[in-house]
């Protein structure tokens, strides 16, 4: 593990040494510098500060690991690895995330999740631990989104229109989601135990990374959220 | 020769930052300055500036023009042109200091002036209506002069290049101002002139603004029926207008401007309680023409206080932390961290949700 002092480092050169050491480094002072481990393929990298928007874009297979919060755009097209965030991000995290594993423990800003595909064995996972901004998952065409409302504020747990647009994937809300109001094209229902079942190893690593318990966890009701196949999407701004 | 700006458009991101002591404290410029450093890969050197509040306590009862002229026929064209209706109680050349990053500036003048009471009875307008007609006068009608700045106790301090630079041709460090904001620019529709550069400011209003606004046209053509002028083709010139027009002609409150400007959706309007759907309402319909569509984040400047806003679809990036008396805003957190390394609730706003700070009153 090699140790690299941010502070004074632009982007490039910031990369560049996490590159030299084969993205096996602890970073220290980040402030603000753009895409960090965008592209690394391996190593495991650790961050402190604050990294700059696009943190881990285009990702395929490293690890990274915020000690902070992170800005806009995390895991920017990411294909796999992990990405995990002892804080909130900003908005577009994920987008046109197509593989890996994104977990937060604090909010998410706006439009996280948009465009998530999966594909084959690719399965993109974004794990939120608090609230979500608007426009969560629009678009979504694959993958699992998991938000579970963790932190206190007078927020929803989800703001305006999500899943406009959704048409693959599945996206789960620690809410009964009363409140909410979903598109026509999306189908909510209460999660059962096997809906469950299938999301509990993300449960259980959100529980290891940032404590907390899996059995308390889903003591709430959880709401799974799938496109309606019948009903498909056909519009959004205009009658066409 | 190239086309100045205002006389072409090119069809093509900003950095925005801000902090305010509610008590009122004064803070040099050095840490908004150093503020917009990790910030820099948002601007592209086309345009830097910052606007100061309380920075002129001996002269707090004049405004302070702030001037861009082409040569000393235009000071003079400018000084004649002012004399007819007002009184100018000192002029100076804004101190500069001579920088590689910063070239081609123009002469930059600040005159401080108070309107004649014998013009305002004869003209039966208030002081301030005064001074933006001759704003307006002198940026339309007066060759190779431009106004950039003419509030009370405050000023704008802005050229092209990138905005720390900028600051320090400027010798900010030498003015100190209980509220600060700042703008780097990334010109996406005009070349980058000197004047294009933020903030935008009218008597005691200013902005700064990352985005690209949609409805540039739709609220230019309403708030010209108004005896404003947008003369540069830049959309943040017509949100400084429109602000200066709901709040000080209108009346209306920040709360007010921010659902006129940044307007719920309609969707949303029906789910919120009667009383407050009634005036959502008829805000969207009274002012329907200023409805600002397409991204945007901006922070508002005023006498006492700051308020930022997002777009309602959120389109752009802010942040907003605080740390003792002090109120931080920026498009990246890591700009708040420069300027307080243990920034606390940070937090961001919602797209259409007026953040709002005051100094406290009797303390600017």
Redesign the interface.
């Known amino acids: 593990m090699t140790n690299i002092d941010a502070s004074g480092l632009?982007?490039r050169q910031l990369n560049a040494a996490i590159r030299d050491c084969a993205g096996d480094a602890a970073v220290t002072g980040?402030?603000?510098?753009?895409f960090i481990g965008a592209g690394l393929e391996q190593g495991r990298l650790t961050l402190s500060?604050?990294p700059?928007?696009a943190l881990g874009a285009y990702l395929n297979g490293a690890s990274i690991e915020v000690r902070g919060?992170a800005?806009?755009a995390v895991g920017d097209t990411m294909n796999a690895g992990r990405i995990v965030v002892h804080g909130?991000i900003?908005?577009a995290a994920g987008y046109a995330m197509r593989g890996g594993e994104l977990y937060v423990q604090g909010d998410a800003?706006?439009r996280a999740g948009i465009h998530m595909k999966a594909y084959g064995d690719k399965l993109p996972v974004m794990v939120i631990g608090g609230k979500a901004?608007?426009?969560l998952g629009e678009y979504q065409a694959g993958g699992v989104i998991v938000v579970l409302g963790l932190t206190e504020s007078t927020?929803p747990i989800v703001?305006?229109f999500p899943c406009t647009g959704m048409h693959g994937g599945k996206l789960f809300l620690r809410s009964d989601c009363k409140n909410i109001?979903l598109p026509k094209q999306v189908i909510a229902r209460p999660a059962s135990h096997k809906d469950l079942d299938g999301i509990w190893t993300y449960l259980h690593t959100f529980c290891e990374l940032f404590g907390g318990n899996c059995d308390e966890l889903v003591q709430q009701p959880f709401t799974l959220i799938t496109p309606n196949s019948s009903n498909p999407y056909k519009q959004l701004y205009v009658t066409n | 020769m190239s086309k100045l700006e205002g006389q072409i458009r090119i069809p093509s991101g900003c950095a925005i930052s801000a902090v305010i002591s509610r008590d009122g404290k004064r803070m040099s410029g050095e840490k908004i300055i150093e503020s917009m450093k990790p910030m820099h890969d948002r601007s592209n050197g086309l345009g830097g500036g910052f606007a100061a509040y309380g920075i002129y306590p001996e002269y707090k009862d004049f405004f302070a023009l702030h001037m861009f002229l082409e040569d000393l026929a235009a000071r003079k064209s400018c000084e004649a042109f002012l004399r007819e209706t007002m009184e100018i109680v000192h002029l100076e050349r804004i101190p500069i200091r001579t920088i590689p990053a910063i070239t081609n500036e123009p002469l930059i003048w600040r005159f401080f002036v108070s309107p004649l009471r014998s013009t305002l009875a004869s003209m039966q307008i208030d002081e301030e209506e005064c001074v933006t007609r001759a704003v307006m006068a002198i940026n339309t009608r007066i060759k190779g002069a431009y106004v950039f700045s003419c509030g009370k106790n405050m000023g704008v301090f802005k050229a092209v290049g990138y905005p720390e630079d900028v600051g320090y041709f400027y010798r900010l460090e030498e003015y100190e101002a209980y509220s600060w904001t700042a703008h780097g620019r990334y010109p996406t529709n005009t070349p980058g002139w000197w004047g294009g550069a933020h903030p935008f400011a009218l008597l005691n209003y200013s902005i700064v603004h990352n985005g690209e606004i949609s409805s540039y046209d739709t609220n230019r053509r309403f708030i010209e029926m108004f005896g404003y002028k947008c003369t540069l083709q830049t959309d943040t010139e017509v949100i400084t207008y429109i602000a200066d027009y709901l709040l000080r002609k209108q009346k209306l409150s920040l709360e007010e401007l921010a659902s006129v400007i940044a307007a719920p959706f309609w969707s949303t309007i029906d789910r919120r309680p009667p009383q407050e759907q009634e005036k959502l309402r008829y805000l969207r319909k009274v002012f329907s023409s200023l409805l600002i569509t397409g991204p945007f984040s901006i922070i508002l400047g005023f006498e006492g206080g700051l308020m930022a806003l997002n777009d309602r679809l959120k389109l752009r990036s802010m942040v907003v932390g605080e740390k003792d008396d002090k109120v931080f805003i920026a498009s990246e957190e890591a700009a708040m961290r420069v300027m307080e390394p243990n920034v606390e609730h940070i937090y961001a706003p919602a797209g259409g949700e007026p953040v709002i700070v005051r100094v406290k009153e009797g303390k600017f």
Do not use: E, K
């Open positions: 632009d982007y980040c402030t603000g510098q753009r500060g604050t700059g928007n919060n800005q806009d909130s900003g908005d800003g706006y901004g608007s426009f927020r703001s305006n109001l």
